[in-house]
């Protein structure tokens, strides 16, 4: 593991993590993020939101640093996509059919267009309603009207894990480029099996020329594990799921206790 002193990259998560139960920012990070400049330690997001409901948060914090979005499917620098990972069309018409047979509803993430196979469905509400006036939402006619464009994450919501850890498996056994998981909670994804958070923060470092015994992650949920894989120091949030926290190097407060910036005052900037 690494020591506090090597660290020059802060990489942290946002729902769970860096938000409380809210949706506001940890109330200490803005200061922190200062301090840590002037040490000469990077700050800067890794989430599994779309960049249209990212920016409220970087704008908040300054952030001008690249930053990993749909669970790393993309990577963003302002509003340049400076890397992203689209999935295999006939592979992901492969998976559509598997959530149909289930009556699992989703979204298809876009560039230009977030598409739903329902605009009504209760279960796809909270998600919806993040996304309406911050990039267009299309309800999916067919599945053509999403496979024409390339998508780089699928979200699903199920309450039942019996009916969807099956479709998962199915997708994943089938379609050797797709990698479907449970992302947080009832909430699942599919992305390219390359577009992971672990994946992307390598490219991150490489980016900015720092090592992984020189980055720190924060996260609380089961798509922050290949980061906790790949950084130097892990730390879960004490509200993060039990097998997260076992990944982790350490164990933060919770995010509706200022947990990260707590940490990295106490540990970092000591």
Known sequence: ?????????????????????????????????????KREIMFTLASGRNIHIMKPY????????PFIANNG???FQGDACIYEKSMESVELAFAFQQLQQQDIPCIAYTNDVVFTTSLQDARLQFFLNRLRGKTMVRQAGNDRD????????????????????????????????????RSEDDVYTI?????????TLVRL??????????????????????????????????????????????IA?????????????????R
């Open 1 to 37: 593991m690494s020591s506090f002193a090597d660290i020059r990259l802060v990489v942290a998560d946002l729902d769970g993590t860096l938000l409380d139960d809210e949706k506001q920012l940890d109330a200490g990070i803005a200061d922190v993020i200062k301090v840590l400049a």
């Open 58 to 65: 970087l704008k908040e914090l300054s952030l001008q640093l």
């Open 73 to 75: 499917a993309n990577m």
């Open 146 to 181: 999403m496979l024409e464009h390339a998508i780089f994450k699928v979200v699903m919501v199920a309450k039942n894990a019996n009916v969807m850890v099956p479709v998962l498996h199915t997708i994943n056994a089938h379609c050797e480029s797709l990698h479907a998981v």
């Open 191 to 199: 992305t390219h099996v390359d577009a992971t958070k672990g994946k």
């Open 205 to 250: 470092m490489e980016l900015l020329h720092v090592q992984p015994k020189q980055t720190m992650v924060f996260g609380d949920n089961f798509n922050d594990a290949t980061m906790f894989s790949t950084a130097g120091i892990s730390v879960c949030m004490e509200n993060g799921q039990s097998e997260v926290k076992e990944m982790a190097d350490y």
């Open 253 to 269: 407060k919770a995010n509706t206790e200022q947990g990260v910036s707590r940490f990295l005052k106490e540990y970092v900037l």
